[in-house]
């Protein structure tokens, strides 16, 4: 894997990131595929989005299909035909979601499947091994995500645990050849709570392992939003200029901005596919409630100034009717549409930070978000 | 609307029906969109199956988006962005269906919505009405479609509404203009029951008021197969040769063969949709479930024969997968799958009327239909 920063403006970067499933062009939003689809999007669609890269879930592929099925069928990216970069979360975030059914050993982590109770083990080895079966491109390190509030002896024993962990990937990735020929990198993941000095302790810690890339970890679980930011600023700082930076699970489009702007280049989150699905659909003008009576009868796109399937082809009063009589197409266009709308907002923040007016840009974008206003008027 | 059969082979028929939406080779099968959507399956996707008329419902539009917005919308076409050719059933037989929310009346039928039991009442002037606004290239009338079994004499009271219906609808349809500047023809609906001589009586009123096109409704209810074989074989024969043949609700891809052989010309059936969604897939070699464990790392594609996105790109290991775990792109990808299925079949059919080798072609396919060889064979 190669990555370079090919420009900044202030903190805001443009990057790219080259992996032996092509180049992806920071910073960049990844569609969420947990269990080895985008959900209610098609692959080929997600190629017309401009999606670079996708995320797969390590912990529900484990269950369901299998690594043994993951290695007969040659990996992710065969299975489930996608040819573009694969990242796969450890996996490690959905088992410490399981509070009641897990226990945590200095060696990895006991849960009972959310399926069907069967007890299973993590070590970071196994995270490994199941991530070189997944075959993706950018695997993640197991770790410990402190729940929010926490104490700081718990957010620094919970580093010391997720720096022990990172150690043993690590060591397991010299150990496990790759089964498909190709390179897989592996990004650390800073974790620490709101405590700075934790952060700083964590980022410190695992830079001097030399990860290809590192992580911020247990943000957006709670936490008021400013102190994300604070903490987002105040983490990247202590981050390598020459290594990617990816802000795990975040965010709103707000977010995206306000993060990017404190140098980060890589996101992935739910939203607008879990939004898509539950009719709340971004637009430039703030983000609206498809099922609402106000669009009945308006046959104008859900954004005008979108280019997306969606948009192009369908108006507002024709989706709402969709999500009235529980059609599925209407979660496909809702979902294909708020893509859109994350990736073609990362794009443009790309080239504002090649331009060098990111902050204005992003000023303009946030006022824009709050408005409401063309929609109003029709 | 004009039709024309351009060539027939014994009894089956290659035509051309002009609308004016466009022109329909037939025979043909009619994906159904009882909502105003193709259930998981997208406008553009439709197009690029080779769909080139589908089906609306006047009963569930009635109900939902309902008349008003269909009329401010511009009516369906515009509404769901289809340009092509639709047919809206009339509704008659949901409403028959609603056994214990409706009473016949001699003008007309009043029924409980099944969404919130309120009540509506429809005449086959209202019928014609929802259809003006809905805006379908194909009105079909206000039919009663009798019980399976049903006795001779309700059969004959239950025809002789269905015509009085069918004069009524004639009626509306010459006093009611359409709203949107393009022609809609009307077709009438043969019944009957499994009596022949009804069945005869039926068609002979029905022709001698001279729609532009006939239906045989009231079949695939629960009768044996060959029986519903030759009451359409024997119906058929009571059609007028220049007018276009609709078999309405069936069926089977083996009953569209045997039907166009016995003369029918259009088809509609929720089969390859609904059952794609129950992940029952039709290949060249027989129905396969997609879910048994037997396909669990299978590469090869669905059918092999097959050209659409889903064998193209997908293997049955990944879309048993995608069903196992519940995604949407599951259901997607199968009902692409089985509609194409349908739709190749109908293309392939029509070569083989013109071809002149329409029986001999027929055979063959039923019998690889039952042999689920090359299936296990893999």
Redesign the interface.
């Known amino acids: 894997m190669k990555f370079n920063v090919v420009h900044t403006n202030s903190s805001a970067r443009a990057g790219i990131l080259e992996t032996d499933h092509g180049v992806i062009e920071t910073p960049i939003f990844m569609p969420v595929g947990t ?3 985008v ?6 669609e997600l190629l017309e989005l401009g999606a670079q890269i996708i995320l797969g879930n390590t912990y ?1 592929l484990y269950l ?2 299998g690594i ?2 993951l290695r ?3 990996g992710l990216h065969k ?3 996608w040819q573009k970069p694969i990242l796969t979360d450890s996996g490690g975030y959905q088992v410490f979601s399981l509070t009641e059914l897990r226990k945590i050993h200095p060696d990895g982590v006991t849960f009972k499947s959310h399926l069907d109770g069967s007890l299973h083990h993590f070590t970071p080895r196994k995270v490994i091994e199941i991530e070189r079966a997944i075959g993706s491109d950018i695997m993640m390190v197991l770790d410990e995500c402190p729940p929010f509030p926490c104490s700081e002896e718990y957010a620094r024993e919970s580093n010391a645990l997720t720096v022990k962990w990172a150690k043993e990937c690590l060591q397991a990735v010299k150990e496990i050849e790759p089964y498909y020929g190709f390179h897989q990198s592996l990004f650390a993941i800073i974790q620490g709570g709101t405590y700075k000095n934790i952060r700083a302790l964590s980022a410190k810690q695992l830079v001097d392992l030399d990860f290809e890339g590192y992580a911020i970890g247990g943000l957006a679980v709670g936490e008021p939003t400013e102190q994300m930011y604070e903490l987002v600023e105040f983490t990247t700082q202590q981050m390598p200029l020459q290594k990617p930076r990816y802000l795990m699970g975040v965010g709103t489009p707000e977010n995206l901005l306000e993060c990017i702007e404190r140098g980060v280049d890589m996101f992935d989150c739910v939203m607008p596919t879990r939004n898509g699905r539950n009719a709340a659909l971004f637009t430039h003008y703030g983000k609206i409630s498809i099922k609402n009576a106000q669009w ?2 308006d ?1 104008q796109p859900v954004d005008k100034e979108c280019g997306c ?1 969606t948009c192009k ?3 507002r ?2 989706i709402r ?2 999500f ?2 529980n ?3 209407g ?3 809702a979902s294909i549409h708020n893509l859109h709308f994350y990736l073609s907002l990362m794009k443009e923040a790309r080239q504002h930070i090649l331009a060098d007016d990111f902050s204005q840009w992003k000023k303009t974008m946030l006022e824009q978000f709050q408005s409401n206003k063309t929609l109003i008027e029709n």
């Open positions: 269990q080895g689809s959900k209610a999007v098609e692959q080929r529900h369901r299909p043994d099925v007969t069928m040659g299975f489930m035909n009945k009868t046959d399937y082809n369908f108006s009063g024709y009717h969709l009235q009589v059609e599925i197409l979660l496909q266009l």
